[in-house]
């Protein structure tokens, strides 16, 4: 399965979807926290003909823009957990921290925005 940076896959402009349930996106981040991305469900993506400024190529994702945004999620709660190393990760702190983030940066887009600009570079399979 190829790999790129998380960067470089871009919502597809047909997206349709308006709204993330917060629950269900806090489920697949412990998931994805878990065990990582599937590799029977993967984010697929397609060349979208655009390179980013680093030469690389841009895909449009065609499905997984949950599991997009809940692998970004996935980089900060692992992030916040080795720096809490006695804190068992659960759903409910899993959950804590996505309500968290989403209110100290007013929207769940502000915060993906955000976490691409942390984790950009992350390799993920597609």
């Known amino acids: 399965m190829p790999t790129t940076a998380i960067q470089h896959l871009k919502p597809h402009p ?5 709204g993330y349930d917060l629950e269900s996106l806090a489920t697949l981040t412990l998931q994805l926290y878990e065990r990582g991305l599937d590799e029977w469900q ?6 979208n ?3 980013s400024d680093d030469g690389a190529t ?3 994702i065609i499905s997984g823009h949950r599991r997009q945004m809940a692998q970004l999620l996935a980089f900060a709660l692992r992030d916040w957990a080795a720096e809490r190393p006695d804190t068992e990760i659960t759903i409910e702190v899993t959950r804590t921290m996505l309500a968290a983030l989403v209110e100290s940066l007013g929207s769940l887009e502000a915060l993906i925005a955000s976490l691409l600009d942390k ?3 992350e390799e993920i399979p597609f």
């Open 14 to 18: 047909a997206q349709m979807r308006a």
């Open 42 to 47: 993967p984010i697929v993506a397609t060349a």
């Open 49 to 51: 003909g655009r390179q």
């Open 58 to 60: 841009d895909y449009h």
């Open 119 to 121: 984790y950009g570079a």
